[in-house]
């Protein structure tokens, strides 16, 4: 099993900066990629960052430039930068993990971020 304990959401104006971090614990040694999600009101969830155990990383263009995602493998942290946050940006944001062995996916249980215009 894989905890996954997601952090540092919040209100921010548009145009401001975030930090996500999410804490990974237990099975920490099975985990392949990691991911951040956002989930808007109303709308499927989306994927806006992977890593992969071996450092690739891919974005989407809808956030590519503006968010940057990074793990900290000593402290078993994923982190999610977001900066130039638009009122678009307003949503539940889920870390995820998948495991090497049987694909699984973990998740958090997610972190409002809400951008004021």
């Known amino acids: 099993q894989v905890q996954l304990v997601e952090s540092g959401g919040g209100l921010v104006q548009a145009g401001g900066s975030l930090r996500l971090s999410c804490a990974a614990s237990?099975?920490?040694?099975?985990?392949?990629?990691m991911y951040w999600y956002q989930q808007a009101p109303g709308k499927q969830r989306e994927l806006v960052a992977s890593?992969?155990?071996?450092?690739?990383?891919n974005y989407p263009d809808s956030v590519k430039g503006r968010f940057t995602i990074s793990r900290d493998n000593a402290k078993n942290t994923l982190y999610l930068q977001m900066n130039s946050l638009k009122p678009e940006d307003t949503a539940v944001y889920y870390c995820?993990?998948?495991?090497?062995?049987?694909?699984?996916?973990?998740w958090g249980q997610g972190t409002q971020v809400t951008v004021s215009s």
């Open positions: 995820a993990a998948t495991e090497y062995a049987t694909g699984r996916k973990y």
């Open positions: 237990g099975r920490i040694f099975s985990i392949n990629a």
């Open positions: 890593i992969t155990s071996g450092g690739s990383i």
